[in-house]
């Protein structure tokens, strides 16, 4: 180097190779308590699968009234939102909670991930629509969540 300086790379070729191997050999131990076991059950899975499934029918609905209104809103519209994005939270939260940082790594990680982009992008949303502000279609974002089905089917 011009100063005499010896600057080895932190992330050389060599290193991210090795991070992702470690990354993707990651085991999670057993988990174990209430909240892991209320997730566990068939009939948090039902529920989910029915909050998906109610989900999409919603959207559906919600897509031939604006057809229909060309662009109007269904009345309470922001509450059944809100109700599904927090709903989804909830599912998240408790995820991250009992899977910790192994819910970035687990057999599940990529629903995890598009389930928590997703629900990170809804609750944006959220906030930018409770303050009056838009970040334009939601189209998109509809079009992720009916992705959803893919998980029930």
């Not at 180097?1 to 191997?21: C, K």
């Not at 897509?63 to 809103?73: A, F, I, S």
């Not at 599912?91 to 928590?116: P, Q, S, T």
Request: hydrophobic letters at 50%; a positive charge.
């Amino acid at each position: 180097s011009r100063f005499g300086l010896q600057v080895a790379p932190i992330l050389n070729a060599s290193v991210i190779p090795t991070l992702y191997q470690r990354w993707l050999a990651m085991e999670e131990p057993p988990r174990s308590g209430m909240v892991h076991r209320a997730l566990s059950t068939s009939r948090c899975h039902f529920l989910v699968t029915f909050i998906i499934i109610a989900n999409s029918v919603y959207t559906m609905l919600q897509v031939n009234h604006e057809m229909r209104t060309l662009g109007g809103k269904p009345s309470g519209d922001a509450i059944v939102e809100a109700i599904f994005v927090s709903l989804y939270t909830v599912e998240i939260l408790a995820k991250l909670y009992v899977h910790r940082g192994y819910f970035f790594v687990n057999d599940d990680m990529a629903w995890n991930w598009f389930d928590l982009i997703l629900v990170l992008f809804s609750l944006f949303d959220q906030i930018l629509s409770h303050i009056g502000l838009s970040v334009g279609s939601v189209v998109f974002a509809r079009a992720l969540r009916v992705f959803k089905m893919g998980k029930v089917l």
